[in-house]
């Protein structure tokens, strides 16, 4: 998993600046660039979104065979609903897309996840700061794993957090 501060920049940088560094974590030199992305190839709703939710839509969906789960978040008023989620998050979690689209990752929660790091994760929220945590989650079909989620901050032009991306990868 690339470090945070690496990925941070990347995915909230511009889509050529993107394109470019997305590569290094795909096994392809070969990036379809964002003027030509026709949001219709991906399988969630897309014809309500504003432009810049189509930028960063495109820049997950980019990373859909990332070896590592990316998720594309709404913001935290709106109870942080996923928008998207990568091949590899849908593979960790049991999950299909239909069935995350919409829904709040701490779905993933269960019995044995700790509450400290959820408290981080929602003091990250909170304050519109990056966080990375290590906690266990449940895939749907109730089987537990420990699992690395670093939450990065998406800002608007006025600096106001807008989306978030979630970045996941299983440690057991």
Do not use: C
């Not at 998993?1 to 511009?14: K, V, Y």
């Not at 190839?41 to 897309?46: E, F, I, L, M």
């Not at 189509?54 to 942080?80: C, H, I, M, Q």
């Amino acid at each position: 998993m690339p470090d945070r501060s690496t990925l941070t920049a990347s995915l909230t940088s511009e889509p050529a600046t993107f394109a470019a560094d997305a590569s290094r974590y795909l096994s392809t030199d070969s990036i379809e660039p964002y003027e030509s992305f026709d949001p219709a190839v991906v399988p969630v709703r897309t014809d309500d979104l504003l432009e810049r939710e189509r930028r960063l839509l495109w820049k997950a969906w980019t990373l859909d065979e990332a070896p590592f789960g990316v998720v594309l978040s709404g913001a935290a008023y709106e109870d942080n609903r996923i928008i998207y989620a990568n091949r590899y998050f849908r593979e960790l979690s049991g999950y299909g897309l239909d069935e995350l689209v919409g829904e709040n990752p701490r779905m993933l929660q269960g019995p044995a996840t700790e509450s400290e790091p959820v408290a981080r994760l929602h003091e990250a929220l909170r304050t519109w700061e990056p966080a990375t945590v290590e906690l266990w989650n449940y895939r749907k079909d109730g089987e537990r794993f420990r699992n690395r989620v670093s939450l990065v901050p998406v800002p608007d032009d006025a600096g106001t957090i807008t989306h978030w991306f979630g970045i996941q990868r299983r440690l057991d």
